[in-house]
């Protein structure tokens, strides 16, 4: 998505008063505009503010922000611009690389199963990454699993559509996914699956050096993210891609298998494990949880 038409989208809807509410925020700076209609929204996102974007900004080392404008916009509005090209028309959020703003589909999001909170951290961390590192040629797998990362937005569903990809031949390669995600639908979220399971097989990885911060922090440094993934994990991208690509094969494929000789008795444990563990999954640091809820759904081989 074009930095430029974003930009010229947001100036144009400020210019024919389309989004006349306006509110400043603090600590970080950042500001808001919505349509007329949204108001509520607009208290919304100025109460979740101040906690998410502090802790986006300080988990990705970003020590003085620059200003991040979020738009409000209803679904009529927000999918008029997708139809224009300016944004995408699968989704419910949109930060323009690297610097903002970030657009949110609020009455969309309200429908969605993510909550308002989860959708502005998920920008927020594409704005801030991108404050950080400026661009620096960071692949999207890890721009896109970063961001579900700090927005907390793996669910066990996502588990079992792994499993079910897995089964089918649709694990799409890693590398495939470094310039571009496909164009909405299962295929897309099956790219956003991916990528998280990727950061957080990084974050595994570099454990003792401070998880995917470290990449972050030595990009920063450098300012080519491949020589600080280099660096960091001791192997390039495409050799990471590769093993991790045969790691999720493995992980992923052989329960597909098993579930597909199932039977009735297989599914019914699983929806048993399921509601028991519910309570579990939901106290225990993302990574954690990702880890515990496939070792409680499925044995290693």
């Known amino acids: 998505m074009s930095v430029l038409l974003l930009v010229a989208a947001a100036a144009a809807a400020a210019q024919t008063d389309r989004t006349p509410l306006h509110r400043a925020l603090q600590d970080p700076p950042g500001s808001i505009r919505a349509e007329e209609s949204l108001a509520g929204a607009v208290g919304a996102v100025a109460q979740l503010w101040p906690r998410a ?3 986006i900004a300080t988990q990705l080392g970003v020590s003085d922000p620059a200003p991040v404008e979020v738009v409000l916009l209803s679904e009529r509005t927000f999918s008029g611009w997708a139809r224009a090209g300016f944004l995408p028309e699968w989704g419910v959020g949109f930060a323009s690389w690297p610097g903002g703003p970030i657009v949110l589909n609020v009455e969309a999001i309200a429908r969605g199963r993510k909550s308002l909170d989860e959708v502005l951290r998920h920008e927020l961390s594409h704005v801030y990454l991108g ?3 400026g661009g620096a040629g960071v692949p999207r797998w890890f721009v896109e699993g970063v961001a579900q990362w700090q927005s907390g937005e793996w669910r066990l569903l996502d588990s079992f559509a792994m499993v079910r990809a897995a089964g089918t031949q649709d694990l799409r390669p890693l590398s495939q996914l470094s310039r571009a995600f496909p164009a909405g639908g299962h295929a ?3 790219a956003y699956q ?5 950061v957080s097989e990084l974050e595994k990885q570099l454990q003792e050096k401070g998880g995917w911060r470290a990449v972050v922090d030595r990009a920063a440094e450098t300012g080519r993210f491949d020589t600080a993934f280099r660096e960091v994990t001791g192997v390039s991208m495409q050799q990471f891609a590769t093993e991790f690509d ?3 094969r493995v992980r ?3 329960i597909a298998a098993v579930g597909s000789a199932g039977s009735l008795f297989t599914a019914m444990t699983f929806l048993f494990l399921l ?6 999954w939901r106290k225990h640091r993302r990574l954690a949880q990702m880890e515990e809820e496939e070792k409680l759904l499925f044995f290693e081989p």
């Open 194 to 198: 991916i990528s998280m399971r990727a």
């Open 53 to 55: 974007s502090a802790e």
């Open 275 to 280: 509601g028991a563990a519910r309570a579990y």
């Open 252 to 254: 992923y494929g052989w």
């Open 131 to 133: 404050q950080r590192l």
């Open 246 to 248: 045969k790691s999720v």
């Open 188 to 190: 897309a979220g099956l």
